[in-house]
């Protein structure tokens, strides 16, 4: 059975084949979903393309999520090619890598103000774009990090903006509701991408995780995405404002030592 069968997707946030967001886009073609793509600068273009094309998918556009025209004219094309969607995919992060090292303390504030432009307020603005698309309701999902719970070093402003985007997220989900759209994040364990190489740490961090983590494996894009596609279909029906972590339950411990959980 196709969980996504005659659902169309609008995917922000693929960078290049290791990205979670394409973990996800190939979890929702699997599973029949109709996928659309957009990429954030002319550079990403040549890998995009190709890749969105071997899911059957050539609506591939560009947009800089910190420009309100560019958002404007990728839903305007999104509205006379593609008509509808059903689910927006917001995978879009970023923030100076000097300040994902050191003391969070020493934040700038043009530091503070990119991290927050690009990691929370785009996820709102896709989303109100995507609201005349979702005429029948949809599911709109974000990627967040434990970060935003919990401290982790180094993670600093990244980690303040996904506690902001799990707020936007839930209130988002309360506004939409009415109007049968559901809005959630996933929160996955660490995954070897272009931003998370940018963390200082997270090298040590990614290969310490199985040791650490209860199923004592990794979490792949794939993994990810198999999450996504149910999040995204009826089965999820009532399901919004929700944080699901896809961590091999990292997120439920509370010592961090491999040595305080003792295999049975
Ligand atoms: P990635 O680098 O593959 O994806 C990040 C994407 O954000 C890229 O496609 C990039 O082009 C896009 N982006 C950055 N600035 C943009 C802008 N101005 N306009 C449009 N797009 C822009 O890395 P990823 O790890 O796949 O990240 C996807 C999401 O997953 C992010 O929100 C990230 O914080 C989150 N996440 C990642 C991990 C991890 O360990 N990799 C863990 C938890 C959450």
Known sequence: MNLLEGKRALIFGVANDHSIAWG????????????????????????????????????????????????????????????????????????GREELEGHFHNTTREGFRVAMEVSVYSFLALARASLPLMPEGGSMITLTFYASEKVFPNYNVMAVAKSALESTMRYLAADFGPRGIRVNAISPGPVRTLSAAGVSGFKRMYREFPAVAPLRRHVSPEDIGHSAVWLASDWARNITGQVLFVDSGYNILGAFSPDATSDP
Do not use: W
């Open 24 to 95: 996800i886009a190939k979890a929702m073609h699997e599973q029949g979903a109709e996928l659309a793509f957009s990429y954030a600068t002319e550079v990403l273009e040549r890998r995009v393309r190709p890749l969105a094309e071997s899911v059957g998918s050539s609506f591939v556009e560009q947009c800089n999520v910190t420009e309100d025209t560019e958002i404007e004219s990728v839903f305007k094309k999104a509205a006379d090619e593609l008509g509808s969607i059903d689910i927006l995919v917001h995978a879009v992060a970023f923030a």
